[in-house]
Structure formats: structure tokens, C-alpha cells
């Protein structure tokens, strides 16, 4: 069996490591020359616990061969993104330059895997561009009809693991496994099984669809909610921390932590897929979203404030920013509240922001500014008046408290508390 993956990116190279190091051929394809050639010196700078390790051992067996030249395969499986647009509309652009890839170089039988989050219809719409590319080939174009035969078997299965810990989660989490056809979805579920312990619950295509989108969406909504909570609580000079640790003393309440936002390539992403699709009746899902969103602004709100009570003018200030990535112990600042954040207080006239950010080299280009450094931990607390904590990482637990007595802290994890 032959398998190509095209998108090499945080999902798709640890998911060809993986299906590599099971025996299988497999070619992982990126269109990007930079990614390609990086992967193929060892370079990877993705710091996955031990992806570095696995792709080094399957490249050195020679079960995975990594190339940004479309290459053709038993079983294609697409990891290539899926943005939203700047009106929050789904962008599927990729995946349509991918199938037109793919399309030439099908053969009856071949199966297509995509894993890349799509809205409902979506695995839908890639058969469409699939068929305006081949004429020839007999594929059942409406996924309800699901018992009937197909020319290429098709597949939709999301990925859920978590940033950080993806090796492991690939492995072990279940699997939704949305097939076109009956026979679709077992031999998606035999490319699985050849790797995943976890179980892999077969469906269709458009129940598999809105399930990933719901998985995201409910972590969004009770995110919201911690965080309208955190915003209730400042109005009302409450403690939002002792606040939630109250509350969820009662056995059935489990609210979340608040937090700057909520960021990264899927919570912050998908939820819009389920509004674009149900404008009218998706209330509570896109009211998340806006409040999820509108976060970094009262942390800046708060910060501004502080500045204000200072007795230095503020072309004095010094701000020390701890955390730019959108969560704790990774490196990826996509759609980062933090980021986003530290944008704006880059804007402000202080006299110079020193960022912490122990999971990155340099800044993102984003912060490329004269103002605005990265710094050590050490440095950024000792030169600083405000310390803003936007990230929860392990390096700011540990943080010497008596260092921080003359400083003024904006804390949204609430991990300086004690
Ligand atoms: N990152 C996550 O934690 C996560 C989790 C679950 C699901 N997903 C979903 O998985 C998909 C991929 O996400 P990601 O985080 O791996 O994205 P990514 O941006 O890290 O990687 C995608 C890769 O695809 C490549 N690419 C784009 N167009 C291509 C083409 N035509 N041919 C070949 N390669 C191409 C890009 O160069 C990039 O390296 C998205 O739909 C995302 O929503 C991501």
C-alpha cells in the first residue's frame, strides 16, 4: 500500500511519521519548497514530544520520502489548511487546489482521505471539483445516498489531537471515520486500524463533518462563558478565580478558566463554520465567538488603565509581555489572542515591550518593531513597571514572587495569584 499526504504541516507530518513507522510507503507532499527541503535536512522545527526523533527514523529507513512534487498513491489523505475569509466565511480554497492536484492522477479504487476540518458540505464540494476535473469517474455525488458504489472511495476523518501532545493523541484517541459509501468508510477504517489503538466509529460524511465542528464549538462556548464571567467579575471587583473554584464545588458545575481569548487553527476557526452554514439558528455558537473575540480588547482596556496610574509618563513605561503563543507549552501563534495582544500594546507609546515567549527563536514578523523585543524572563521582571501574563506556560509558574511585590500585573491566567 502506498500513501501520499499532501500538507506536512502540524497535523500532516506527524501523521505520515506515523503511518511510516507502521510499514507503510509513504510520500508526504508540500507545496512548500521551504517545509520540504527543511524536513529533508532533519530540520524540524515543529516541536512535537519526539516528532523530530520518528520523521528522522522513517526518512532514514526510506518508508517515508518527502517531495513538493505531486506523486501518485493508493491512498491519498489530505492535512492541508482550511481558513476562514475575512468575513468568518469557511476558505476551501486548498483542499480545491489539492483535488485538482490529486484528480489527474486517480485510478478506480484509489481512496481520498480528508482530514482537514471542512463545514458541513464540504467533503461534498471537493467530490464536485473532483468530477469537473474527471468526467470519467462514477462517484455518488450526493453523500445521503450512502450504500451506493463508488469509482474512488472517499472519506471523511477529522483530526482531533491536541497540539502538544499529537504523537501520542494520533494514536490513541478515537476516530470518527465518515465514508461515502459502507465500503468507503471500512477501508478508511482498515488504513486507521493499521495505526490508531483508539476506536474508529464509522458514520457518514456529513455527521462526521459536524462532529468535529461541535467538538470545537462546545469547547469555544463554555471558554465564552468562563471568560464573560471573568468580564462580570471585573466589573463587580470580584475574584473570578475564587469565584470558579466556588462554584464548581457543586457537583454538577465545571466551569472553565477565563483567559486573554481564544486562539489557535481550530477553536478559534470553527465554530464559523457551523454560523456560516446556520446563520439564523446558531445563536449561541456565534455569540462565543464574538465574546471569545473581543477579549484581547478588555485586556488591553485593563492594561491602559494600569498605565494610567503609573507616575512615570508613558513614553517611560516598560511592559513585560509573558507569552505570545495561544496556549501553553507550544509553538504555534496562530490566531493568538496573545499575539494579538501584544500587536496592540506595540502600538501604544510606551517606551519598549520585552516579550517572553520561551517556545520561539524570534518574534513573529507581526511584532516587528523597534519597540518590542524578546527577552529573558529574568531581564523582563526586573526591567518592567506592568507585567502582563497572557500564557499559561510551565517556565511562568515558577516565577520568584518576591521579585514581582513593586510590580503592577495584569494576570489573565490567574497563575500569579499566589
Ligand atoms: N493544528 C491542529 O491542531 C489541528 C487539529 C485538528 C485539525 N486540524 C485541521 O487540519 C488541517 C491542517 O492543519 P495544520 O495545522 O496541519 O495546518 P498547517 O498550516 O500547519 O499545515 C498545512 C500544510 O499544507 C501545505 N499545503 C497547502 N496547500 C498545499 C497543496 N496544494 N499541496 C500540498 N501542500 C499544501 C502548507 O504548505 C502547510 O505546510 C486544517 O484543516 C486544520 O483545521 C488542525
Not at 486507521?192 to 457518514?204: A, S
Not at 464549538?217 to 463554555?222: A, F, G, M, Q, T
Request: hydrophobic share 40%; aromatic share 4%.
Amino acid at each position: 500500500m502506498n500513501v501520499a499526504i499532501f500538507g506536512l504541516g502540524y497535523i500532516g507530518l506527524p501523521t505520515a511519521a506515523l503511518v511510516a513507522s507502521s510499514g507503510t510507503n509513504v510520500v508526504g507532499i508540500d507545496n512548500n519548497t521551504n517545509i520540504i527541503n527543511n524536513i529533508s535536512k532533519g530540520d524540524i522545527i515543529n516541536f512535537e514530544a519526539n516528532l523530530k526523533e520518528s520523521v528522522l527514523k522513517v526518512l532514514d529507513n526510506g518508508n517515508l520520502k518527502v517531495t513538493d512534487q505531486p506523486t501518485s498513491a493508493e491512498i491519498y489523505v489530505v492535512t492541508v489548511p482550511t481558513p476562514i475569509d475575512n468575513k468568518n466565511c469557511p476558505d476551501l480554497s486548498y483542499v480545491k487546489e489539492v483535488t485538482k492536484t490529486i484528480a489527474p492522477m486517480l485510478i478506480k479504487g484509489n481512496m481520498i482521505i480528508l482530514e482537514s476540518t471542512l463545514p458541513v458540505g464540504g467533503t461534498e464540494k471537493m467530490i464536485e471539483w473532483l468530477l469537473e476535473e474527471r468526467v470519467d469517474l462514477n462517484i455518488p455525488f450526493n453523500s445521503s445516498e450512502h450504500s451506493i458504489e463508488t469509482d474512488i472511495n472517499i472519506a471523511y476523518c477529522p483530526e482531533r489531537v491536541l497540539p502538544g501532545n499529537i504523537l501520542k493523541e494520533l494514536i490513541n484517541n478515537d476516530r470518527i471515520i465518515g465514508g461515502l459509501t459502507e465500503e468507503c468508510s471500512q477501508k478508511a477504517y482498515e488504513f486507521y486500524k493499521g495505526f490508531v489503538n483508539g476506536d474508529c466509529l464509522k458514520t457518514n460524511i456529513k455527521t462526521a463533518e459536524l462532529c468535529k465542528l461541535v467538538e470545537n464549538s462546545y469547547r469555544d462556548v463554555n471558554i465564552a462563558f468562563a471568560n464573560e464571567l471573568s468580564l462580570i467579575c471585573e466589573e463587580e471587583n470580584i475574584d473570578v478565580w475564587e469565584l470558579i473554584e466556588l462554584a464548581n464545588k457543586h457537583p454538577r458545575v465545571e466551569i472553565l478558566k477565563p483567559g486573554p481569548g481564544v486562539g489557535g487553527h481550530c477553536i478559534a476557526i470553527d465554530p464559523w463554520f457551523i454560523v456560516d452554514n446556520n446563520q439564523e439558528i446558531s445563536q449561541i455558537i456565534k455569540t462565543a465567538r464574538i465574546v471569545n473575540d473581543s477579549i484581547p480588547a478588555s485586556v488591553i482596556k485593563k492594561v491602559q488603565v494600569e498605565i494610567t496610574k503609573q507616575k512615570k509618563p508613558i513614553n517611560k513605561i516598560v511592559i513585560a509581555t509573558l507569552g505570545l503563543t495561544y496556549k501553553a507549552n507550544v509553538d504555534d501563534t496562530r490566531e493568538s489572542p496573545a499575539l494579538e495582544i501584544s500587536k496592540q500594546i506595540d502600538n501604544m507609546d510606551i517606551l519598549k515591550q520585552l516579550v517572553v515567549e520561551p517556545n520561539i527563536k524570534e518574534l513573529p514578523k507581526e511584532l516587528n518593531s523597534t519597540k518590542t523585543s524578546i527577552s529573558s524572563l529574568v531581564a523582563a521582571i526586573n526591567q518592567s513597571d506592568i507585567l502582563v501574563l497572557l500564557v499559561d506556560h510551565k517556565e511562568f509558574y515558577d516565577i520568584d514572587r518576591t521579585k514581582l511585590s513593586d510590580k503592577i500585573i495584569v494576570d489573565t491566567k490567574g497563575i500569579l495569584r499566589n
